[in-house]
C-alpha cells in the first residue's frame, strides 16, 4: 500500500502555502480553504478544473446562489456539461 493519491491531494496546498501567510483574516483563510476543496473534488472527480470553476461562476452569476443551483454545480452532479471533464487517454 501506499499514499501516493493522498500526497498529491494535498500538494497544491503545500505549494501555495507562502501565499497562506498574507491571509490577513480568519474569513479569507476559510474562503481559500473552501476554494480549494471545490477544485480538488473538482480534480477527483474528472473535471478540468479551469473550465469548471468558469462554469460555476458563469451559473452561479446568471441563476444567483439558490439551493437547486448549487445542488447543480456540485462536482459530483450529475447534471454538470460532458465537455467539462478531462477526456483521459485508455
Known amino acids: ?25 480568519k474569513r ?13 473534488s473538482a480534480v477527483d ?10 462554469w460555476v461562476l458563469e451559473k452561479l452569476s446568471a441563476e444567483g446562489l439558490k439551493d437547486s443551483v448549487l445542488d447543480e454545480v456540485v462536482p459530483y452532479s450529475e447534471r454538470i456539461p460532458e465537455d467539462l471533464y478531462i477526456r483521459k487517454k485508455k
Open 45 to 54: 472527480n474528472g473535471l478540468n478544473p479551469e473550465k469548471y470553476l468558469k
Open 1 to 25: 500500500m501506499d499514499n501516493n493519491k493522498a500526497e498529491r491531494t494535498v500538494k497544491p496546498f503545500v505549494i501555495a502555502r507562502k501565499g497562506f501567510l498574507f491571509t490577513d483574516s
Open 28 to 40: 479569507g483563510a476559510e474562503a481559500t480553504a473552501a476554494g480549494f476543496s471545490v477544485l480538488q
